[in-house]
């Protein structure tokens, strides 16, 4: 099925991710009694049949790959904010950015560290590399609520991401005054290295080249978010590719996508399954696998680690390959 595009002008594009809603009761959830070493077989053939991949991706496979936002991690890069601010509200990464900073140089400072650790410091992670390996021969597109560049960083093309939900490497007015981001990264560099008892210098602090006001990070977080040329075009992109493929054998390798934003990825592969009968789904998740048990044998919910399942089934079409 296509993605529909609200507005038919080509500079106020809107994607209606409520359009793909399933409405699918909960008692169809069920979680696949199947074996383990079965289900990456039938993964592994599902993938190797398919004649084009869509992958949507959630937290979850970040944190499967080693960015994890809590626990060791965070308390090792981040003490200093936690004990400058206190631990009852400096719990892990991602909440940590909504406190209410008292100064825009308090605010840079924290998200500067935060992007350096998540977004430029790290290379392309084994696991982002092991899903390119097993994917990037056949048509495929990704849909990612992730914000950490990784899927540029493992190889796959600009051409073929459409990362909904921002990019930690880029910044926007506050306000959303005018529909443009900014790179970042060369300044969140330089604020890493002047930061001082959590602070940046004042003249560091980005200022809206439009309005004059605050700068934010490009994240949806509230109704400011910025939606610019990239983004809407990324958006054309994939309703392209679903058009395209919509007659073709399709996999949707579903990861790490829990029930915090379903809208998005979850419940919207539901019913592209619903209404696509050649489509079959491979949801991989460590908790939440659990497959409408109406998909029957073209869905496979692998509840697992993502990283060892990923590994597993491409080890397995490797050993297929040279036979």
Same mark, same amino acid.
């Given at each position: 099925? !296509?993605?529909?595009i ?15 809603l ?6 169809d ?7 383990? +070493? ?7 053939e ?5 004649? $084009?991949?869509?992958?949507? $991706? %959630?937290a ?10 809590? #626990?060791?991690?965070f308390?090792?890069?981040f003490q ?5 601010y206190?631990? /009852?509200?400096?719990?892990d990464?991602y909440? $940590? %950015?909504?406190? @209410? ?7 840079? %400072?924290y ?6 650790l ?8 084994p696991l ?13 597109f ?5 914000? =950490?560049?990784?899927?540029w ?10 990362a909904?939900?921002g990019?930690?490497? +880029?910044i926007?007015?506050? +306000?959303?005054?005018? @529909?443009?981001?900014y790179? !970042?990264v060369?300044?969140?560099?330089? /604020?890493?290295?002047a930061r001082?008892n959590?602070l ?7 200022r809206?080249?439009?309005?004059? #006001?605050?700068? !934010?990070m490009?994240?949806?977080? =509230?109704?400011y978010?910025?939606? =610019?040329?990239?983004?809407n075009?990324?958006? $054309?992109?994939?309703?392209? &590719? ?7 054998r399709?996999?949707l390798?579903?990861?790490?996508v ?9 419940f919207p592969?539901?019913?592209? /399954?619903?209404?696509?009968?050649s ?5 991989l998740?460590l =908790?939440?696998? /659990?497959? @409408?048990?109406s &998909?029957? +044998?073209r ?12 590994n597993?089934?491409?080890?397995r079409?490797?050993?297929n390959d040279e036979?």
């Open positions: 099925m !296509a993605l529909h609200l507005n038919g002008k080509e500079d106020v594009k809107k994607v209606d991710f409520t359009q793909f399933s409405g699918l009761p909960a008692r959830y069920v979680f696949q009694n199947t074996p383990y +070493k079965e289900q990456i077989k039938e993964a592994s599902l993938l190797g049949n398919a004649k $084009a991949v869509l992958i949507g $991706a %959630g979850g496979l970040s944190t499967a790959a080693g960015l994890c936002y809590g #626990g060791k991690r308390t090792d890069h200093e904010f936690i004990e400058k206190g631990s /009852m509200y400096m719990t990464m909440s $940590a %950015g909504f406190y @209410p900073f008292p100064t825009q140089e308090a605010k840079w %400072g998200w500067s560290k935060h992007a350096y998540n977004r430029i410091e790290p290379n392309a992670l982002y590399q092991c899903i390119y390996e097993l994917i990037h021969e056949k048509p495929h990704v849909l990612t609520t992730n914000v =950490d560049h990784q899927f960083k493992a190889g796959f093309s600009d051409e073929n991401i459409f909904t939900q990019d930690y490497g +880029k926007q007015c506050e +306000k959303g005054c005018h @529909p443009k981001t790179d !970042a060369k300044i969140f560099l330089q /604020m890493n290295q001082k959590c940046i210098p004042s003249f560091m602090v980005p809206c080249p439009v309005c004059g #006001g605050n700068m !934010a490009h994240l949806r977080c =509230d109704q978010f910025v939606e =610019d040329e990239h983004w075009k990324a958006a $054309a992109r994939y309703g392209s &590719f679903l058009k395209q493929h919509k007659k073709d399709m996999v390798l579903e990861l790490g829990g029930f915090n934003t379903p809208t998005i990825i979850r592969f539901e019913k592209m /399954m619903r209404d696509n009968k489509w079959s789904l491979i949801r998740n =908790d939440e696998a /659990m497959i @409408p048990e &998909f029957g +044998k869905a496979v919910g692998i509840n697992a680690d993502i990283a060892k399942s990923m597993d089934i491409l080890e079409n490797r050993n036979r």
